[in-house]
């Protein structure tokens, strides 16, 4: 059974760090380029960020950039989330999927292609 399950998620004081891992089962990650998204309460789900299969390409959405880092351990299939400098803003669930090709395909405030998704995780940024 093909699965994608992320962990990491919890509650943390603004200026805090967490590190999200999305784990693959029943299948490798080693040729498929993997996005973070994320949804907030009563807003559309928007991609933060997506590395390519190699992990030669990374993007991030303008709103994480310079605080998020995205990166990919073959041996373990995991990819990573550093966030770093979370703000309030930042909480919402957030949630890994996989693309059955090797590249990033970036859209307006999204990565198209997706196929596989995991079930999410909750971050919630607050003192």
């Known amino acids: 059974q093909l699965q994608l399950v992320e962990s990491g998620g919890g509650l943390v004081q603004p200026g805090g760090s967490l590190r999200l891992s999305c784990a693959a089962s029943?299948?490798?990650?080693?040729?498929?380029?993997i996005g973070w998204f994320r949804q907030a309460p009563g807003k559309e789900r928007e991609g933060v960020s997506c590395?390519?299969?190699?992990?030669?390409?990374?993007h991030y959405a303008d709103s994480v950039k310079g605080r998020f880092t995205i990166s990919r351990d073959h041996a373990k299939n995991t990819v990573y989330l550093q966030m770093n400098s979370l703000k309030p803003e930042d909480t919402a669930v957030y949630y890994c999927?996989?693309?059955?090709?090797?590249?990033?395909?970036?859209?307006?405030?999204?990565?198209?292609?997706?196929?596989?998704w995991g079930k999410g995780t909750l971050v919630t940024v607050s003192s």
């Open positions: 029943g299948f490798t990650l080693d040729y498929n380029a």
């Open positions: 999927a996989a693309d059955l090709r090797s590249r990033c395909t970036v859209a307006r405030n999204t990565y198209d292609g997706m196929v596989y």
């Open positions: 590395i390519s299969s190699s992990g030669s390409y990374a």
